[in-house]
């Protein structure tokens, strides 16, 4: 089990900024793969980001290149999404999931194990 728990979602305007954080226990192997996904309604769950634990590699769904990074702390076992220049177009549940066996980083849902509840973003015109 790796219990997620996302954080830092809210009402925001276009244009602003919004960190999500993601708590994770028992979540500290250096082999996982974190990754941010967002599912607005009537959507598919879309790959926003992801980031090996391990090297620190990072991947970007191709509408938030430039605008969102994602970045790890190991100290404390969190990952965080930092979002900039944020779009009406944003506004989607974020969830944070765990790949417990990855040989690459995927940006297939499929991939990942593990699901947080998610977060709501919404973002006014």
């Known amino acids: 089990q790796v219990p997620l728990i996302e954080s830092g979602g809210g009402l925001v305007q276009a244009g602003g900024s919004l960190r999500l954080s993601c708590a994770g226990s028992g979540g500290t192997s250096s082999n996982y793969v974190w990754g941010w996904f967002r599912q607005a309604p009537g959507e598919d769950r879309e790959f926003v980001a992801a980031v090996s634990w391990n090297s620190g590699q990072t991947k970007y769904g191709e509408t938030v290149k430039g605008r969102f990074s994602i970045s790890r702390d190991n100290v404390d076992t969190m990952v965080y999404l930092q979002m900039n220049s944020l779009e009406p177009e944003d506004t989607a549940v974020y969830y944070c999931?765990?790949?417990?066996?990855?040989?690459?980083?995927?940006?297939?849902?499929?991939?990942?194990?593990?699901w947080g509840q998610g977060t709501q973003v919404i973002v006014s015109s």
């Open positions: 999931a765990v790949d417990l066996r990855p040989s690459r980083i995927y940006s297939a849902p499929e991939e990942y194990e593990y």
